[in-house]
């Protein structure tokens, strides 16, 4: 399986002819969705989910299917019958051909005095895990972590003790467009040998638009 990362939070897995993408938001390419067999998305914030573009890549191709919690679904099944999934923690599913689990619910705490939305995580062939906008822990292995980098729920800490709780083999950024260049130097700084290690976990960064090959 090959992973492409894109802008932000977005992801595209490609293994053959069968492709799906993870979190076409706002942050991420216009056209990360396009060539798709399917989206997945974790949550309703713009970042990760942008109503307009994916309505434009449903109407651009018939075969497109999107999974979605429900207050995303809600947005776009009216337009798309049939076409728009309403996913939730618990569920396994087939997807474009890549199998697909669903973990967690909720998105993480931005503030106390701001509600709670829907977010899930997504393990694709029992290999790689796009936890969304939360520190979600799978109840198995993960080969592959999707690490959400800089955001204004989580903080340097909590990112490093995330990915020592989960124990991946490998761990590549996500959710980083927040950061300029030189914030992006630093952070890759602090999780790589200079920082307070990450154990056995190989961490590297990929730029928007290279691509990795997954054991």
Request: charged share 20%; net charge negative; with cysteine.
């Amino acid at each position: 399986m090959e992973l492409t990362k894109k802008g932000h939070a977005c992801v595209r897995l490609t293994d053959g002819e069968r492709t799906l993408v993870i979190d076409p938001g706002a942050f991420s390419e216009p056209d990360a969705a396009v060539g798709a067999a399917a989206v997945l998305i974790t949550h309703e914030h713009p970042d990760h989910f942008d109503e307009g573009r994916l309505r434009a890549a449903l109407a651009a191709d018939p075969g497109l299917v999107v999974y979605a919690p429900r207050g995303v679904a809600e947005q776009l099944a009216p337009g798309f019958p049939g076409r728009v999934r309403v996913v939730g923690r618990g569920d396994a599913l087939e997807v474009a051909g890549f199998r697909v689990e669903v973990h967690g619910e909720l998105h993480a705490v931005i503030h106390p005095d701001l509600p709670r939305i829907a977010n899930v995580g997504y393990l694709v062939d029992d290999t790689l895990f796009h936890p969304g906008d939360a520190l979600t822990v799978p109840d198995r292995p993960v080969s592959t972590l999707l690490v959400p980098l800089a955001a204004p729920w989580c903080k340097f800490s909590e990112t490093v003790d995330y990915v020592r709780e989960v124990a991946p083999r490998r761990a590549y950024p996500v959710h980083d467009s927040l950061l300029s260049e030189p914030g992006l130097a630093v952070y890759g700084r602090n999780m790589g040998p200079q920082g307070p290690g990450l154990g056995e976990v190989e961490y590297a960064r990929l730029a928007p638009g290279e691509s990795v090959v997954l054991p």
